[in-house]
T-cell receptor, first 117, second 116 residues
Framework: AQKVTQAQTEISVVEKEDVTLDCVYE???????LFWYKQPPSGELVFLIRRNSFDEQNEISGRYSWNFQKSTSSFNFTITASQVVDSAVYFC??????????????FGKGTSLLVTP | ETGVTQSPTHLIKTRGQQVTLRCSSQ?????VSWYQQALGQGPQFIFQ???????GRGNFPPRFSGLQFPNYSSELNVNALELDDSALYLC???????????????FGPGTRLTVT
């Protein structure tokens, strides 16, 4: 069975602060994929990143960075110098490489981030 | 490049009725997945269609059914609506080939269904 845990339900920061969103996953698959999506109040899920299980390199994209630690089954997301526009719900998701699962995304419950001026 | 579109945006139905939600895939994508997102929860996988056939299903009863058309657009049908079916229904498209789906899923804006 696959499971994604986002222990932080809500986080509130002041603009320009750095913030890290935690994601811990469980899977029996040796090959899998991890994702982060952003859901602004409009409701549409916006793809942010995909990480393959065989690629443990961390990634940076502008103010966003991701730390993949296979040893601790974690895939954390850091926003540097947060801005009000970063306010949204962020979801971590796990997808199996097993075709029997239909390549479904298994989502965590999300972390609601509020950035205030 | 056209993104994923869904219709209608909002819908109100009465318990016991039937509903059809529609989704148009992003240009070049051949796989469609449907998710149900209850308030305050993460999306839950309903099913996925590839080449007009169901390619995987989550833990949803048979009254949730779907179709994929030759142009890769899709429908989600829900029969005998229950109050707990009230949710945001999200459609996502992706690219798959040779049985292997390596592409990201791109989501539409969703349909907000309210069952009274």
């Amino acid at each position: 069975a696959q499971k994604v845990t986002q222990a932080q339900t809500e986080i509130s920061v002041v603009e320009k602060e750095d913030v890290t969103l935690d994601c811990v996953y469980e899977t029996r698959d040796t090959t899998y994929y991890l994702f982060w999506y952003k859901q602004p109040p409009s409701g549409e899920l916006v793809f942010l990143i995909r990480r393959n299980s065989f690629d443990e390199q961390n990634e940076i994209s502008g103010r966003y960075s991701w730390n993949f630690q296979k040893s601790t089954s974690s895939f954390n997301f850091t926003i540097t110098a947060s801005q009000v526009v970063d306010s949204a719900v962020y979801f971590c998701a796990l997808r199996s490489s097993n075709s029997n699962s239909g390549y479904a995304l298994n989502f965590g419950k999300g972390t609601s981030l509020l950035v205030t001026p | 490049e056209t993104g994923v579109t869904q219709s209608p945006t909002h819908l109100i139905k009465t318990r016991g009725q039937q509903v059809t939600l529609r989704c148009s895939s992003q240009s070049g994508h051949n796989t469609v997945s449907w998710y149900q997102q209850a308030l305050g929860q993460g999306p839950q996988f309903i099913f996925q269609y590839y080449r007009e056939e169901e390619n995987g299903r989550g833990n949803f009863p048979p009254r949730f059914s779907g179709l994929q058309f030759p142009n890769y657009s899709s429908e989600l049908n829900v029969n005998a609506l229950e109050l707990d079916d009230s949710a945001l229904y999200l459609c996502a498209s992706s690219l798959a080939g040779g049985g292997f789906s390596y592409g990201e899923q791109y989501f539409g804006p969703g349909t907000r269904l309210t069952v009274t």
